[in-house]
């Protein structure tokens, strides 16, 4: 459920998968680039739905700048460096958390 408080972001369509009104169609989107950083295998290969879906949550944090991603995926988190490469900083909730810890010392 998505509070009225906070906006949610517009991710990028993927047939079967988005939901028909709460996407971008088309678009300069390196969702493809992302699939095959994350989950190479892929490469020639129809993805899983839930492959697709962690691309096009990735792809969608790209897409709006976002600071970090925070995950405990595993292939995420394998593909980090490779996603670090095209400005996505992939942390797991422990690395953020030491991450916040010094943006809060830091503004003490």
Do not use: W
Not at 10 to 17: K, R
Not at 18 to 40: C, E, M, Q, V, W
Not at 92 to 100: G, N
């Amino acid at each position: 459920m998505v509070s009225s408080e906070f906006q949610e972001d517009i991710g990028e369509a993927v047939y079967d998968n988005s939901r028909y009104d709460h996407a971008t169609y088309g678009g300069t989107s390196n969702f493809k680039d992302i699939l095959i950083i994350i989950f190479p295998e892929t490469k020639g290969c129809p993805p899983t739905k839930q492959q697709l879906r962690d691309a096009m949550h990735v792809a969608t944090h790209k897409k709006y700048g976002r600071d970090y991603f925070v995950t405990k995926d595993k292939a995420i988190l394998r593909a980090k460096e490779k996603l670090e490469k095209i400005g996505i900083k992939v942390l797991h909730p422990h690395e953020c958390v030491e991450e916040l810890k010094k943006v809060i010392t830091y503004s003490d």
